[in-house]
């Protein structure tokens, strides 16, 4: 044997021997019926029948007893022994490598950080302490299926989470993005802080990211609702727009959104006009206020808005009598197709229900 290879060797038994001692004094971790939470964590995956019933128990018996051990699984990495046997392998030749990497099986890191995830959701609120490695997970792991294994948890976990999953709304990663607003959504009420950065968040380039964070608006209530609307009096643009379709999510008291909704429509940008219209028919309002944007919107110069006009004035056909002539020269002359459309739709609408306002 070739000096080369009996120093590699070597360098390889001292490492072994090393991390055998290390890590046999290790402290043994608490147990509950001769098992450790990380065993109990695997029966939660177990196709045997009964398994993941008795998984579930054991956990909720061991409680904060068992986080330790299941964040340590969460945070799992091939540890540098098993790096070292495994480079040691490949570099020696023949029968020697195969020596050095013999008992090694193989470790498919993502599946262990998913059912620690899982086991930690088991936990409930006692998983508290392990909120911060769970940020880490949702924003780091690159296994999408731990990414949202890590966010379900934090949900359950509530209120310590808060904070954590409102910074992640600001990560590059669409996918952390997503997963954080769905996170603060499955908190539900005990999110009200997140909402304002759900606002912004409604504002996202990303889509999914967008309808996450209305949904987390939506399980949060109305409480958030004196947030939306001071967002849509104090902003303009795009968080504006944001601000009104929050409203929509949260339906807070018709008499202090109309006002500010009514006014929003006198926004020169276009858009956030055509976003007015829409969120006060989502709203269902028929106010003589709401009524009065919905004409004037018929005559705006841009065609989205006006689009957004005429759908409202079909929505509210039982009120809309008034704008027959004009919808008819829409129905006529606009050059916008999908708004001669909507006006003929629209009309008979209004026709259907006057015909019921004068049958017997």
Known sequence: MKKRDIALLATALIVVVGAIIFFTRQRKPIQYQGK??????????????????????????????????????????ESFTRKSRLWLGKKLPGQLGTTVTRGLKPVFIGDIH??????????GTNAATATPALLRALRTDPEAQVTWDSATTLGVIGAPAVPGLIELLKEPNQRVRHAAAYALGQVGAPALPAAPALIRSAADPNGEVRGSSLYSLSRIGPAAGPVALKVVQENRGELRRAGALALVALHPRGQLTLPVLVEMFRD????SRAIAIEALMKLTVTHTN?????????????????LAAVNSLGQAAHKSAAAIPTLTSLQRDDPDEAIRIAAGDALEKISAASATKTSP
């Not at 709401?290 to 006006?306: E, I, S």
């Open 36 to 77: 450790d939470a990380w065993e109990w964590a695997l029966a939660l995956q177990s196709p045997i029948t009964g398994a993941k019933e008795a998984g579930t128990i054991a956990l909720g018996a061991m409680g904060t007893n068992a986080v330790p051990r299941l964040v340590e699984q969460l945070e799992y990495q």
């Open 114 to 123: 998913w059912v620690a995830a899982r086991a930690l959701q088991v936990l």
């Open 268 to 271: 020169p940008d276009p858009a």
């Open 290 to 306: 709401a009524m009065d944007v919905y004409f004037a919107g018929l005559k705006d110069t841009n065609a989205a808005v006006r």
